[in-house]
């Protein structure tokens, strides 16, 4: 169980570093203190089955965590980074009363009718563990509520079981043969389930030491992996791309370094390069999703494939499908449908939506397209509902981003379909310049020709943007994009 691992390296290890975070360092007899004494306290204070956790990484998010388990309640993870009007949908949807939160995070929960636990407030950690009794859920219950980041729409509550977290953690383990000794350093939130399973409960479970950023900043976490000789660091191409422009950046800095993955959203060729260049490191892309517990497939230092996003964690299948449901040929495209113990039980008062989302036999329908090859890697090849229909053919953006992200004035590129009267839909790219520089539009239209795309693939305008819109997490919202391109904003 999860809690089982934090109180055992307690009692064995108790002087063990467990975490680093912005306000000091903790123990592993400290990190139990603190659970235990906040789950008496979360026991106390509501008889709401949920308690909501808004708190950046560290120790006090991972306390909070485990402290609300302990109570016999389900943590709520709520993103910080969300819009007022998100973040009162998630208190409303999932039914808290209580939220643990820190200043300056609070004052955005004063309109809110709930229970704030300053955690600046409670009195100190006692300086020994204590050892509480210990709850026995079944593997069915579920141990955590992760929100979506609302890509179209309000954010879904997605029931994480303790089967689920036990299993995801346990796999990625085995797969990336993580030990003890690596130092885990999270940029990452900890309140988005790669956060969660990667960088808190990974290390947890093999008594490891991790390092935290409440806020991500490349300067900060380079000066991490450095100071601490960090050896895994997870997170999201964006974040790799800023490390990668710092000016003092060497292949030194990341000697201790055992593996460096990253998710969240597609990594583009460019990224991967300029980074390799910089650095002297391999970025393993991996592939997963909320309802996943993060993580269900990644390459690693001794199982890669440039351009795959890994293979699927051990006790996990996926199938291939077409439109109608049906098994696509071996190496095609289709929807991918993933099945195994990390899959979620449902979405929180969503039975409609959970029944559309998973199959009679335990499928998650993902929405994304992908196909694997002989030895079993897989390639994401788009979004089932980001395919741009031209004149009855489909168009995948990201074929598109990939060719537009080859041009060396290119840093990013978002490409979406627009509305045609003629061919049902049409190309249109949006693109951010690396440094400022102009670019002519078709200049890259001739670029994209130039690297094999046909007329009907090729960007019918081409937008030159300082900035794309994201999720909280660093995913460009398409939508908000196919929005501008259509004129409904």
């Known amino acids: 169980m999860l809690l089982t691992h934090l109180f055992q390296h307690a009692a064995q290890n108790p002087q063990t570093l467990a975490m680093i975070d912005d306000s000091g360092s903790y123990t592993y007899q400290q990190l139990a203190g603190m659970s235990a004494g906040l789950g008496m306290y979360l026991s106390l204070q509501t008889q709401k089955p949920n308690v909501g956790l808004f708190l950046p990484s560290g120790a006090g998010f991972a306390a909070s965590f485990y402290g609300a388990q302990l109570a016999g309640k389900t943590p709520v993870l709520i993103n910080f980074l969300l819009s007022d009007r998100e973040i009162a949908h998630i208190i409303a949807d999932s039914g808290i009363d209580t939220v643990v939160s820190i200043p300056p995070l609070t004052g955005r929960l004063a309109a809110a009718s709930v229970n704030v636990i300053d955690l600046k407030q409670l009195p100190k950690t006692p300086p020994t563990a204590i050892t509480p009794h210990l709850p026995s859920p079944k593997p069915d219950d579920t141990a955590a509520l992760l929100y979506t980041s609302g890509t179209s729409g309000l954010p879904k509550g997605v029931m994480l079981t303790y089967q689920n977290l036990d299993s995801c953690v346990s796999a990625c383990i085995q797969a990336a043969q993580l030990k003890e000794q690596h130092k885990f350093l999270g940029i990452v939130p900890m309140f988005h389930s790669l956060g969660l399973t990667a960088t808190l409960l990974a290390p947890i479970q093999l008594g490891a030491s991790s390092v935290y950023l409440a806020r991500f900043s ?40 055992y593996a460096i993955i990253s998710g969240g959203e597609p990594l583009s060729g460019a990224v991967r390069e ?7 490191q391999s970025l393993h892309e991996g592939y997963g999703l909320t309802e996943t517990c993060g993580p269900i497939a990644f390459n690693t230092p001794h199982a890669h494939k440039q351009g795959s996003v890994g293979q699927l964690l051990p006790g996990c299948s996926a199938r291939f499908v077409d439109d109608d449901g049906h098994d696509v040929p071996a190496g095609h495209s289709g929807e991918i449908w993933l099945k195994g113990p990390l899959v979620f039980k449902g979405y929180h008062n969503l039975p409609e939506l959970t029944q559309q989302a998973l199959t ?30 031209v004149a009855g053919e489909k168009v995948a953006p990201r074929e ?19 509305k045609d009267a003629s061919r049902g839909e049409v190309v249109v790219a949006f693109v951010i310049a690396h440094d400022q520089q102009a670019i002519d539009p078709q200049i890259l239209r001739d670029f994209c020709r130039q690297h094999g795309l046909p007329n009907w693939k090729l ?20 939508r908000e994009l196919s929005a501008r391109a259509n004129g409904e904003q």
């Open 360 to 389: 009679a036999d335990g499928y998650f329908k993902t929405g994304d397209l992908g196909r694997t090859d002989e030895q079993g890697f897989l390639y994401i090849t788009g979004r089932k509902k980001d395919l741009i229909a």
């Open 218 to 257: 490349p300067v900060a976490a380079l000066e991490a992996i450095r100071k601490y000789q960090i050896g895994l660091v997870f997170g999201v191409p964006s974040m790799f791309g800023a490390m990668a422009n710092l000016k003092n950046i060497t292949p030194e800095d990341f000697a201790s370094i």
């Open 400 to 418: 598109i981003e990939e060719v537009l992200m080859k041009h060396p004035a290119v840093a990013e590129a978002a490409v979406v379909g627009k």
């Open 274 to 280: 300029e980074f390799a260049q910089r650095t002297g």
């Open 459 to 478: 960007p019918r305008e081409i937008f030159i943007n300082s900035e794309l819109p994201r999720s909280p997490t660093g995913k460009v919202l398409k």
